[in-house]
Structure formats: structure tokens, C-alpha cells
């Protein structure tokens, strides 16, 4: 996602305008996956070697855009429905819509868990919620020895309204997760895993209104940038991660039945 290939930027407005054209338009998309509400597409690239994109849309019914966007921010409440989530804290704050951020989360057994840092930026526009992000390299937070360190290329979620108490939830992904995985693994993750996480953002959403009047119910600094009270950093301590100056972990020997993935790891 970077401008130039090299640079770390926070995202403008026309950057915010091409993801949305991304993830509404259904050129050069492979459908995957379509049952109960849950739409999963694939695109290959061109380049045999460059991480295919994946893109899912669900409908939640009852839940409106203001709260998914709530509950996709909301760190705190993340804890509550994310059970593939090991860790997730903020690092620091670029603008009042931009930051930095790590995010580690449970792979199934026997395949290593992956992490994150990203720079993630947000933006409302019209009816329409946006988050996207991208890796970024940060000096204090390098790769860990008990994850293996994943790659987003470009991430993100767009939020439409569907009618006056529902929405549209879409949620467009182009990562490289490191390590030699077997075929099996990525078309179980289409098919199966990927989903699975959807419905849950619904149930979440469903749920969140409830959760937030018993938790801290005004603080929103997604919402109201004067109360982040995240440290201040720099784009020059950044630089982008590329995915060739990481460990290559091979799990390509790893057949499905030793691959157990649960409800919760689902």
C-alpha cells in the first residue's frame, strides 16, 4: 500500500476512495464461498509469487455502522469476542485518525502464531466507515522469537449503511503470513475460518451496545481525538516491513490431520 515502494504515509482521502472501489466492485473476483449471509471472494495477481486478496461481506442485520465501527476500534471489547487474539495494545498516535499498533493472534496447532505491527488509519466518509492498514516496521517492537511476524500488505474494513437499523460489513485482506503453508491451509482459511470470523464481528456488534453502557460508555477516542492519550510518534521512526527481510518459517510438511482448528481457533 505504500507510495513508491519504499515510503511509510498515512493514507489520504483517495486512498480511502480505492479501497472502497475494491471492496464494492466484483471485477476480476472469484467467488469462494456464499452461504448464510457470508460472501467470501479470492483474486489472484498476476505475479505467481505476490499473496492473493480476499474479500468477505456479511449483513448484519440490527446492528448500525456507528456500532461496527465502535466494536472494531474498541480495543477493550476486542478482548470479549476475538478468541484467536493473543495480545493487542497501541504503540502511539501519528494524527487524530492514524496510529500505530501490534496484534498477535492463536494460529492452530501445530502451525506457529503470527503477529502484527501496522499502521492503521480511519476515516468516516458520507454513510461510509473506513479502517484500513499496512506493516510498518517500528525499532522497539522487532519480530519476537515465539511469533512468527506476518506481513499485511493492505487490510481493512468498509461499513455501509443497509437500511435504517442494519449494515454491510466488508472486509478486504491481502497478507502474507510468513512461512511455507501447505495449499490446504489457505483454502481452509477461505472456506472455513475466514467465515467464522465475520459472524462473529455480527454477534459482536449485537452484542457491543449493552457491553459499552457498563464500560467506560463515553470514551470513544476513535470518535472524540481529545481523549487519546497515546504518545506521539513520528513517521521517520517507521519504515516499511517487507516480507523477504523476514524469517521464513517452513510449515509446508504439515499435513491436515495434524492440523486441529476448534470452534475457538475458528
Known amino acids: 500500500m505504500s507510495r513508491g515502494g519504499e515510503v511509510v504515509y498515512i493514507p489520504d482521502d483517495s486512498d480511502f ?20 449471509g457470508v460472501t467470501v471472494w479470492s483474486q489472484m495477481q498476476e505475479d ?10 456479511i449483513a448484519c442485520r440490527d446492528v448500525t455502522p456507528e456500532t461496527l465501527y465502535d466494536v472494531l476500534h474498541d480495543t477493550c471489547y476486542r478482548k470479549k469476542w476475538d478468541s484467536n487474539m493473543i495480545e493487542t495494545y497501541d504503540i502511539g498516535r501519528l494524527t487524530v485518525n492514524a496510529d500505530v499498533g501490534y496484534y ?11 503477529d502484527f505491527v501496522t499502521l492503521r488509519s480511519w476515516l468516516p466518509l458520507g454513510n461510509d466507515y473506513m479502517i484500513i492498514n499496512y506493516s510498518v516496521k517500528h525499532p522497539k517492537y522487532p519480530p519476537r522469537k515465539d ?12 461499513i455501509k449503511a443497509a437500511d435504517s437499523q442494519g449494515s454491510i460489513l466488508y472486509y478486504l485482506t491481502q497478507v502474507d503470513p510468513r512461512g511455507s503453508l501447505p495449499k490446504w491451509v489457505v483454502n481452509k482459511a477461505s472456506q ?13 456488534g449485537l452484542k457491543y451496545p449493552e457491553w459499552k453502557r457498563k464500560h467506560n460508555p463515553n470514551f470513544k477516542p476513535w470518535v ?15 519504515s516499511l516491513q517487507h516480507a523477504d527481510s523476514l524469517e521464513n518459517i517452513d510449515e509446508s510438511s504439515l499435513t491436515e490431520d495434524r492440523v486441529r482448528i476448534s470452534d475457538e481457533e475458528a
Open 17 to 36: 476512495y480505492t479501497f472502497r472501489d475494491q471492496c464494492e466492485s466484483q471485477e476480476g473476483w472469484h467467488s469462494q464461498y456464499n452461504k448464510a
Open 48 to 57: 505467481s509469487k505476490t499473496v492473493q486478496k480476499i474479500k468477505m461481506q
Open 104 to 114: 498477535s493472534w492463536r494460529c492452530p496447532s501445530p502451525l506457529k502464531n503470527r
Open 147 to 158: 511469533f512468527v511476524r506476518a506481513v499485511s500488505l493492505q487490510t481493512g474494513y468498509l
Open 192 to 204: 472455513y475460518v475466514a467465515p467464522k470470523a465475520m459472524k462473529k464481528i455480527y454477534k459482536a
Open 224 to 238: 472524540y481525538p481529545e481523549q487519546n492519550t497515546l504518545p506521539s510518534i513520528s513517521l521517520a521512526e517507521l
